[in-house]
């Protein structure tokens, strides 16, 4: 009865038919528990943005959700009396990201509030790129990245042209828990027609952001360019990526032209995420058939980049560390003046990072998982008179300078062409130079494992985990002892504002690697990460690695229940996972 009535006064409030009539037929079939999964929660700021798939009620996403999160976007500014200067909007190409967009332009207008937005889809860091150029008061972009097509979201970026970080999401949160009804709230039609006085069409932006990224770059470096193959994997990226690619000198470009346009059905891959198997299958067979010297595929909403090189028998695909330290020497290479430049990863991207940009006399640090955290840390250092050259994540996030203040996958892809030129000038692959940097650095290899547990109980087996390692910490994973923790969720204090409490947990192993155990902040999912320092075949080192991030996973108990009806108890038990628990987890498939 009570989901019941928060899913009537859920409809009461919806200005969307098609989502009343949703909730009103489950109200219809006494789905109690379907009920409590649209409106027992609502939709939080996570790591970027809100998040969650499309549907009726508080915790999807909806033009309600969209209508409502304005509405508290619009009293926190003019709380903070930032009214008067214009938002940013984009949107990418879902088919509910156009409606969406629409719906936020619309209240922000009606509140009067100048919009500037894009004609078309945008890729999301052109959005930022485009806030910091206008000194805009925020920007919005409705995108879900690379999720599943069910999926949509919704970002915000603060007056830095940076995503939102605490205690500003808190704040915005707190303004939209006290709207009222949706449909209560003013809203003007028709904004991204044109035919609002408060909507501005943003012009010349593409433009000005190539200039910008080849400033940067000056001069181009010296190599034959080599051929590209690309897909925007359905995404917004396409245009911009060729055109930058182009502007940079590397006009020898073949795209996958199914995937080129916006397509929000995504109906080539069954998850367009680059990290996936089988999303870029279609890239590297038109590689194959090209003769081409690098495949790269951008996102959905382009912020990210994956990349493939030629390899004896195909391709090699290159993890999102292996990017990022390959690209962080080479910027440094470019660029550096020594101590006085910055590069920056998130706590769970590799810690080789470190060991470049000390050879190169550059400063390290990490933050918490979000670009959000980089592109802070990236200001407040900058304040201190470094210059933040790079930064990255290990799921495929990266940034060049200063330019934009999220990943940016577009501008990224140029300088990763520009590796290759480089290292083809002298004769040599990028595979040759990740060589000269294990042997410069240690052989780093890095995996990683994560276990879906979705609905409330998910999330109370999730934290039950997360506890078990906290109280029952274990000895050894797959036979490397433990030697030290870390929890972020105490000492924060202690920490630049960039590593705040959190629901994280490293250990420490013998030999300088480590293992991490971290709640997911945009999926219902408990993620494991493990770096390893070894020595010997990078395929050995790697299995380790993956051993290591799965070791952990058995450790929280995760795998414990459905281990236990293939396996003696006795393999599974107590709190120390040895070689062979770990050599069960491969087994174990969810």
Do not use: C
């Not at 879902?94 to 409606?99: D, L, P, Y």
């Not at 107590?574 to 087994?587: D, E, F, P, R």
Request: glycine letters at 12%; hydrophobic letters at 45%; a negative charge.
């Amino acid at each position: 009865m009570q989901f019941r009535n928060l899913a009537l006064e859920w409809i009461r409030g919806d200005p969307d038919p098609e989502t009343r009539a949703e909730l009103e037929a489950l109200i219809a079939s006494d789905d109690d528990d379907e009920l409590e999964a649209r409106v027992g929660s609502s939709l939080q700021f996570g790591t970027a943005g809100i998040r969650g798939r499309v549907g009726a009620g508080s915790a999807r996403m909806n033009r309600a959700v969209v209508i409502k999160t304005t509405a508290g976007l619009v009293e926190y500014l003019r709380d903070k009396g930032r009214s008067g200067g214009p938002v940013v909007l984009g949107y990418d190409g879902r088919t509910s990201s156009r409606q969406f967009a629409e719906d936020a332009a619309g209240v922000l207008v009606a509140a009067g509030i100048e919009v500037r937005f894009f004609e078309g889809t945008a890729p999301t860091p052109l959005v930022s790129f485009a806030a910091r150029q206008l000194g805009a008061e925020a920007a919005i972009v409705v995108t879900a990245s690379h999720n599943p097509p069910i999926d949509n979201g919704y970002k915000v970026y603060d007056a830095n042209s940076a995503q939102i970080i605490p205690p500003v999401d808190g704040e915005i949160a707190s303004e939209i828990e006290a709207v009222g009804p949706a449909n209560q709230v003013p809203r003007r039609e028709g904004v991204l027609d044109g035919t609002s006085d408060l909507g501005t069409p943003l012009a010349g932006m593409e433009k000005q952001y190539i200039v910008e990224m080849l400033a940067f770059r000056d001069p181009p470096p010296p190599g034959p360019s080599p051929r590209i193959a690309y897909t925007a994997l359905h995404g917004v990226g396409g245009p911009l990526a060729v055109k930058a690619l182009a502007a940079a000198g590397h006009q020898s470009v073949v795209v996958v032209p199914e995937q080129f346009d916006p397509d929000g059905r995504f109906p080539t891959v069954a998850f367009p995420n680059p990290e996936e198997p089988g999303a870029m299958d279609m890239v590297e067979s038109l590689g194959s058939v090209e003769a081409v010297d690098l495949v790269i595929a951008n996102d959905p909403d382009a912020d990210r980049l994956a990349v493939s090189v030629p390899d004896t028998g195909g391709w090699r695909r290159l993890s999102g560390n292996e990017i990022g330290v390959l690209l962080a020497d080479f910027v440094l290479r470019r660029l550096g003046t020594g101590s006085g430049d910055l590069v920056i990863n998130s706590i769970v991207s590799s810690p080789m990072l470190g060991a470049v940009a000390a050879a190169h006399g550059a400063r390290f640090e990490q933050t918490l998982t979000g670009f959000k955290w980089i592109a802070n840390a990236a200001m407040d250092l900058e304040r201190e008179g470094l210059r933040f050259v790079f930064g990255y994540e290990e799921a495929l996030g990266f940034a060049v300078g200063p330019m934009v203040r999220d990943k940016d996958g577009i501008s990224a892809a140029v300088w990763f062409a520009d590796l290759v030129a480089a290292e083809a000038g002298h004769g040599r692959t990028v595979l040759d130079r990740l060589s000269d940097l294990w042997e410069e650095h240690g052989l780093w290899m890095s995996a990683q494992h994560s276990v879906q547990r979705s609905g409330s109980d998910g999330a109370m087996e999730i934290a039950a985990a997360m506890g078990r390692l906290r109280t029952a910490l274990p000895e050894e994973i797959a036979g490397h002892s433990v030697v030290g923790v870390t929890d972020f969720a105490e000492a924060a204090a202690d920490r630049p504002r960039w590593l705040p409490a959190t629901n994280l947990i490293v250990l420490h192993l013998e030999g300088g690697s480590r293992v991490l155990a971290r709640p997911s902040g945009t999926e219902p999912k408990l993620k494991f990460y493990a770096d390893v320092r070894g020595a010997g075949e990078p395929a050995d080192v790697a299995a380790a690695a993956t051993g290591l991030a799965e070791g952990l996973a058995a450790a929280t108990g995760l795998l414990r229940v459905a281990a236990a009806r293939h396996f003696p108890s006795d393999v599974v038990s107590g709190a120390a996972i040895g070689i062979g628990s770990a050599l069960l987890v491969h087994a174990i498939r969810f």
